[in-house]
Every structure is written in C-alpha cells, then in structure tokens.
C-alpha cells in the first residue's frame, strides 16, 4: 500500500515537468522566405519556441528540433516571412497612396513644388 502514493506522486511530478516544457510551433507547407545571409533562401520549417525563431530547414529536422509537445501550424501554401518586421514602410505608403499626405513636409529639407 505504501507504493501506491509514491507512484501517484511520481506520476503527477513527471505530468508537471510535461506541462512546463517549453512549447513550440512548427511552421510548415507554405513559401517561408529567409533573409539569412546575403541572399534570400526558402525552407521547408520554421520552429518558434518562447516567442523566438529556434530553427529553420527542412521539415524532418525541424520536428526533432520542436520536441514531442509541439504546435503544428500548416500553412497551405501561404507566404510566411518569419522575423521580418516593417512597421514604419506600411504607415508611410498607406498614408502617401490612399490618404494623398505628403509626408516629406514634416522634414527639414521638404521637396519644393513648382
């Protein structure tokens, strides 16, 4: 009878470790475009874990790297540019080609209109 709380006990420990482990998501069957090194590269995977990119290759490699609590996130054919952030290029195009806002007003050299 003595065993039977130590084997509850150890079951609820290792259930809990499970839980904590670091989850990650696999990104996966779409068009990922890298932009690591001097030249773009297209990947099979992309792993995120904790919020960061962890690895990108080819898929076989990429689940090994996720480990056995992994998120699967198919793409079906989408674009996925993973890292790439460009938040002040869209606010600038929005404004200058649907609202007509001539933005270079506000620098200390603004273009002269003849």
Do not use: C
């Amino acid at each position: 009878m003595k065993i039977f709380p130590k084997w509850v006990g150890l079951s609820v420990a290792l259930a809990s470790l499970q839980v904590m482990a670091a989850n990650s998501s696999v990104y996966f069957n779409g068009d990922i475009l890298t932009m690591e090194g001097s030249s773009p590269k297209y990947v099979e995977a992309v792993v995120v874990k904790d919020g960061k990119i962890a690895f990108t290759g080819n898929l076989q490699d990429a689940m090994g790297q996720a480990g056995t609590n992994r998120t699967l996130q198919d793409l079906k054919g989408k674009t996925l540019l993973p890292g790439f952030i460009d938040t002040w290029g869209h606010f600038t195009l929005i404004a200058q080609n649907t609202l007509g806002v001539n933005l270079a007003y506000f620098s200390n050299k603004p273009p002269q209109t003849t």
